[in-house]
Nanobody, 124 residues
Framework: VQLQASGGGLVQAGGSLRLSCVAS????????MGWFRQPPGKERDFVACVSWSGRSVYYADDVKGRFTISRDNAKNTVYLQMNNLKPEDTAVYYC??????????????????WGQGTLVTVSS
């Protein structure tokens, strides 16, 4: 499967953005999906993940209540709705996929496929 992320941009603190990640090449519902982010000069961190059917989701503590992950298997797309954005949310956001068993997976090494990243900048 190949992943193409989009939707990043510049937003003021308190604003919202929705990221999208479109998959192609394989059966999308064979993969659980996740979002990660990498702030400038820092490591890539887990943000959220969604199960194959979309019924189960899991969030990092610092985005819980502000971000919502969802997927539309008919459109081969996973979304990350980000509300009440903060300057510390500034990062390159990556979507990723894994086909192995178990949920949630929170470490980057557990993911098989990565998108190219989309930059989110939150100004104060």
């Amino acid at each position: 499967v190949q992943l193409q992320a989009s939707g990043g941009g510049l937003v003021q603190a308190g604003g919202s953005l929705r990221l999208s990640c479109v998959a192609s090449g394989r059966t999308f519902s064979d993969y659980a999906m996740g979002w990660f982010r990498q702030p400038p000069g820092k490591e890539r961190d887990f943000v959220a993940c969604v199960s194959w059917s979309g019924r189960s989701v899991y969030y990092a503590d610092d985005v819980k209540g502000r971000f919502t992950i969802s997927r539309d298997n008919a459109k081969n797309t996973v979304y990350l709705q980000m509300n009440n954005l903060k300057p510390e949310d500034t990062a390159v956001y990556y979507c990723a996929a894994y086909s192995s068993s178990g949920f949630p997976h929170r470490h980057p090494s557990e993911y098989d496929v990565w998108g190219q990243g989309t930059l989110v900048t939150v100004s104060s």
